[in-house]
Structures are given as structure tokens and as C-alpha cells.
């Protein structure tokens, strides 16, 4: 099942970028997420966040109360001032997942940031279901990565403006 989202950030494609590679803003996101635990790593052009979260019902049967999700996303070097990269969900234990790219260019209110990708649930005869239940889930969390941004670059944008005067 094809997946398309976008995020409008206030913001540069740099700042965008620093933002996106930044252990408080990605652990921020997950914390927003309410998972029951969570791991964020940044290795270069590499994040990479796991979540623990409660398994949808739909779910629970084939995986139990818990699924473990983990996000990656592999920056390529800028080009002028875009940057793309390769993203990567996959859910511990089960055939399911989602592949695609991620695109960071100047547009909106500054900067958007555009993922496609395919999601994919290999579970004979279900599989589609689970995907058409599963694709919400997976805009809600884009969603909420857009809110957390938002803050975030609000947050860090009066911190270097009083920074600036003193």
C-alpha cells in the first residue's frame, strides 16, 4: 500500500535537517508518542528511534500486547539545499514494514518534508487488511512528528533570540 505524507516546517532546510539528526528532538517525538519505552541513536546521517507500543487488537493476536517499531532514515549528503534519503520502518517480529524516501526541500512555510514509501504487511490473506489499518496509525505519527517540530523549532528559535540579547 502506498504511504505519502508531508510535514511544513517554519524553518530553513538546514535547520530543518538539524532538527530532524537531533537526539532531543527525535526522543521528543517519541515521548509524544506515549510509547512504554523507547531507545534514539544518531550516528552521523543515521537516526534510528525503537518504540515499544501497544499492539491495536487487530494485531494482538498474531503478535501480542506489545510491538517493538523501529524508524530509520539514512540522509544523503546535500544537494544545493535539498537532502534525501532512505527510510526504513519495520516492526520487530513481524513481516510488516514500510520502505521508501524521504525529501527535505525549500517550499510552504519554509521547508517540507515529503515521505513515500510502501507499505507492506506479508501476512497471507490478511496482510492487506492489517496494511489498510496500519497506514493511520503511520500518518498520525507523521502528524504528531509535525506538532513536536513545530514546537521544537518555536522553542529553539527564542532560545537563540535570547541568546542574541545578552
Not at 502506498?2 to 535537517?17: G, L, T
Not at 534510528?48 to 501480542?64: D, E, F, I, N
Not at 524508524?71 to 514500510?98: H, K, M, N, Y
Request: glycine fraction near 8%; charged fraction near 20%; hydrophobic fraction near 40%.
Amino acid at each position: 500500500m502506498e504511504i505519502h505524507a508531508r510535514n511544513d516546517f517554519a524553518a530553513s532546510p538546514d535547520q530543518v535537517f538539524e532538527m530532524l539528526t537531533d537526539r532531543v528532538f527525535l526522543t521528543a517525538v517519541c515521548l509524544a508518542s506515549k510509547p512504554q519505552a523507547h531507545q534514539v541513536s544518531v550516528e552521523g546521517a543515521l537516526t534510528r528511534t525503537r518504540r515499544v507500543m501497544p499492539a491495536p487488537s487487530a494485531v494482538a493476536k498474531l503478535a501480542g500486547p506489545t510491538l517493538a517499531i523501529i524508524d530509520e532514515i539514512q540522509w544523503d549528503p546535500p544537494t544545493t539545499d535539498s537532502r534525501t534519503g532512505a527510510a526504513r520502518i519495520t516492526v520487530e517480529g513481524l513481516p510488516a514494514g514500510l520502505v521508501g524516501t524521504v525529501q527535505l526541500s525549500p517550499g510552504g512555510r519554509g521547508t517540507i518534508l515529503d515521505y513515500r514509501g510502501e507499505l507492506t504487511v506479508s501476512v497471507p490473506l490478511i496482510g492487506p487488511g492489517l496494511a489498510k489499518q496500519a497506514a493511520p496509525l503511520l500518518l498520525d505519527a507523521l502528524a504528531l512528528q509535525q506538532r513536536v517540530g513545530d514546537e521544537y523549532l518555536t522553542d529553539s528559535s527564542q532560545a537563540h533570540r535570547a541568546a542574541e540579547n545578552h
